[in-house]
């Protein structure tokens, strides 16, 4: 059999063992759900966010895993190379980089703010590009390449309501998402997505309590359930791993079947 039809590396082609991830917006939900699936492949995991994850790193821990918690507001970029440097002092390289964090606001288009803009696009877009790059920057220099995945919507496949600047900064991102892997493709950087559907976290509290848009959003849903953050881990291992090396560029709905509908 030719090298090209099979790959002996791929002894376990999902294993992570010896790989450094960075997941931004990692002590809630689905950004929790990931880095824990992350460790649970192999990867030692830096955590990203404003304040104490200490439920994410004490269930990292608790399977053995090692959690690396990094301060940062990701509202703007000022502090991006930092959060990069200390992955760098800490594991030496950074492999996997995760943009997760993510912020909603709704009203209607007719009433949407500035203010409402701008911070949706900053933490949902604008600080998911520059991590990017920073990561980018880094993965290169070391020579080992790595995985880009981010964190995208239904709302970069669909309009949506009243939530204006979330389905902007969505749909940018599936569209840089795109961009980037063009770019770094051949320079051995994977850039992908992951578009979750309606799951079940901080988030889309306000859908869930609403009865009428719970209702109709259950009976769209062809798995006939919200999502579980556990459910997009398999998803993100696989495109954090080897087992992904020539997929570049797409955007994987884990959706309960809701873009199939
Ligand atoms: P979540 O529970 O609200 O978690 C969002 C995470 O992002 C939190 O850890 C949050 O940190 C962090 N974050 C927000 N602003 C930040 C900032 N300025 N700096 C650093 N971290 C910040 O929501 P989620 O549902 O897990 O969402 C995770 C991602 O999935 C988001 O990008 C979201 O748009 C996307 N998504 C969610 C769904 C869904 O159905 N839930 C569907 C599609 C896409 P704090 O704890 O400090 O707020």
Known sequence: MSPATMNTAFAN????TGKVAMVTGSRAGLGQAIAV???QAGACIVGVDRGPADETRAAIEAQGGIFLPVTADLAT???????VQAALDRFGALDILVNNAGIIRRADALDFTEEDWDAVVDVNLKSAFFLAQAAARVMLAGGRGGKIINIASMLSFQGGIRVASYTSAKSG???????????WAAKGINVNAIAPGYMATNNT?????DAERNAQILARIPAGRWGAPADLGGAAIFLASEASAYVHGITIPVDGGWLAR
């Open 37 to 39: 699936a992350l460790s």
């Open 173 to 183: 991102l599936m569209g840089l998402t795109k961009l980037l892997a063009c770019e």
């Open 205 to 209: 509290a306000p859908l869930r309590a």
């Open 13 to 16: 082609p999902f294993d992570l």
């Open 77 to 83: 970029t000022a502090g991006l190379p930092a959060i």
